[in-house]
T-cell receptor
Framework: DTAVSQTPKYLVTQMGNDKSIKCEQN?????MYWYKQDSKKFLKIMFS???????INETVPNRFSPKSPDKAHLNLHINSLELGDSAVYFC??????????????????FGPGTRLLVL | AQKVTQAQTEISVVEKEDVTLDCVYE???????LFWYKQPPSGELVFLIR??????QNEISGRYSWNFQKSTSSFNFTITASQVVDSAVYFC???????????????FGTGTKLQVIP
């Protein structure tokens, strides 16, 4: 009954490879996110999707492409992996990502993270 | 632009001591939300509290308490009678709609690593 799940948990791969990380939430939320946490623990948003539609796209290399087949899934595909891509990638979801009246804002709940190591 | 500052990079306390983690934020929005998350050594991110900009009431949950002061743009977190299990990295975060078309964008602070020594 995991709320937000990610696979794989660990990913070790060679430079230049293409890899995907999958995320699923069973909370019935409309909005999903991808964050990157670097070696210094700095967390930064990469993408946000609401009902399968891209709403936030930070300055992320084109090699990163999110895909949302339905609102319960948000996958992250990375092409031509580089050493600097090594990090922990967190998926998150919230009921509705829109800023609304008081207390309408919903908390983001995070998956367990995927530890990516590029060699 | 929004910004969240957690000036304390690392704090060590002896078990049963009280400890306060500081968080200062910057925003031009009048409506925004503040959060605290805990990241234990196992790595997951655990939600602790959400506070909206209209509610300055302090909150207490067991040994945890939060002090939100708009006048100083601070949202500090205090752990009373700390325990070894409190050892973790704690993140303060700010959410505002800003220029995201009404959708929230969350900015995290750099985190404070708390070590509670037995």
């Amino acid at each position: 009954d995991t709320a937000v799940s990610q696979t794989p948990k660990y990913l070790v791969t060679q430079m230049g490879n293409d890899k995907s990380i999958k995320c699923e939430q069973n909370l019935g939320h409309d909005t999903m996110y991808w964050y990157k946490q670097d070696s210094k623990k700095f967390l930064k948003i990469m993408f946000s999707y609401n009902n399968k539609e891209l709403i936030i796209n930070e300055t992320v290399p084109n090699r990163f492409s999110p895909k949302s087949p339905d609102k319960a899934h948000l996958n992250l595909h990375i092409n031509s992996l580089e050493l600097g891509d090594s990090a922990v990638y967190f998926c998150a979801s919230s009921q509705d990502g829109r800023q609304g009246p008081r207390d309408y804002q919903e908390t983001q709940y995070f998956g367990p993270g995927t530890r990516l190591l590029v060699l | 632009a929004q910004k969240v500052t957690q000036a304390q990079t690392e704090i060590s306390v002896v078990e049963k001591e009280d400890v306060t983690l500081d968080c200062v934020y910057e925003t031009r929005d009048t409506t925004y939300y503040l959060f605290w998350y805990k990241q234990p050594p196992s790595g997951e991110l655990v939600f602790l509290i959400r506070r909206n900009s209209f509610d300055e009431q302090n909150e207490i949950s067991g040994r945890y308490s939060w002090n939100f002061q708009k006048s100083t743009s601070s949202f500090n977190f205090t752990i009373t009678a700390s325990q070894v299990v409190d050892s973790a990295v704690y993140f303060c975060a700010l959410s505002e709609a800003g220029d995201s078309g009404g959708y929230q964008k969350v900015t995290f602070g750099t985190g404070t690593k708390l070590q509670v020594i037995p």
